[in-house]
């Protein structure tokens, strides 16, 4: 557990690191996962109940992608919001030139700037796991969210079966920290990445969470080998 000042230096490091890291992320993003994230983002959407005219917030919705995607549901209102600005600012780009009618915007998923009870749905994309308060960022979260309203959330987790596990460790552990690093210059930014998802609760526990929280027909479904997660839930 850390402590606020923890919680405060872990959000402005978090911050700046992707701040830093925002030009390459987007190619070091879809080249060091062999594009299978755009598939994460399809399948994790594809768990949402669809409502007509809904209004979705994503959060820690970096340049944007998840925000984007969520076109396929014709919503009324999209609302990307993330702390990095300088990876709202590609975003932005990214937003005007498809055309969308979604809106990015600074704002902290911990202390969100939105009225209880007005998103239809909450989700985000490999961003929970950053949060520097994860349960205060869920507790945000289902505050926002209207009764009957949907969490999805998408995330990295490690694999569990022994091969597959060691194989795909010594990948994120050893050679994605290198290239990471080699390409964007900030090694630090992709020596974090396999940190954080070592530390984040994961499977079971991230559903734990979401119960404490009050989240209801919770459910984890793992994807690609577990490496990766979809967690969806309701507010009652
Ligand atoms: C790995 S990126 C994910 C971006 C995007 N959702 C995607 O699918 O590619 C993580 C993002 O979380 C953002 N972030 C971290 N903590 C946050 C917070 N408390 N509130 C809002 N955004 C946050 C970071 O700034 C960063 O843009």
Not at 8 to 26: C, G, L, P, V, W
Not at 154 to 170: A, K
Request: charged share 25%.
């Amino acid at each position: 557990m850390r402590s606020q000042t923890q919680i405060e230096e872990h959000k402005k490091r978090n911050r700046e690191m992707f701040n830093t890291i925002a030009d390459k992320y987007d190619f070091l993003n879809h080249f060091l996962s062999g594009g299978i994230d755009y598939y994460w983002r399809w399948r994790a959407l594809k768990k949402l109940v669809p409502i007509k005219e809904a209004t979705i917030l994503d959060l820690a919705t970096g340049t944007g992608d998840f925000a984007l995607a969520a076109r396929r549901f014709s919503p009324q209102r999209v609302v990307g919001a993330d702390v990095a600005l300088e990876m709202i600012k590609l975003g932005v780009d990214k937003v005007r030139k498809s055309r969308s009618n979604a809106v990015l915007m600074g704002g902290d998923a911990e202390n969100l700037p939105f009225r209880d009870k007005s998103y239809d749905i909450v989700m985000s994309a490999f961003g929970v796991r950053n949060f520097g308060h994860i349960s205060g960022g869920l507790e945000e979260s289902h505050r926002v969210l209207r009764p009957g309203g949907q969490l999805l959330v998408l995330d990295f987790c490690e694999p569990t079966f022994p091969i597959v596990r060691g194989i795909y460790l010594l990948y994120f552990r050893r050679v994605l920290p290198l290239v990471g690093g080699l390409i964007s210059g900030e090694r630090q930014a992709y020596e974090y990445l396999p940190r954080s998802v070592s530390d984040f609760p994961q499977g079971g526990d991230f559903v734990d969470l979401m119960k404490r929280v009050g989240f209801i027909e919770n459910s984890v479904t793992r994807l690609t080998f577990g490496i990766c997660s979809i967690y969806y839930g309701k507010k009652c």
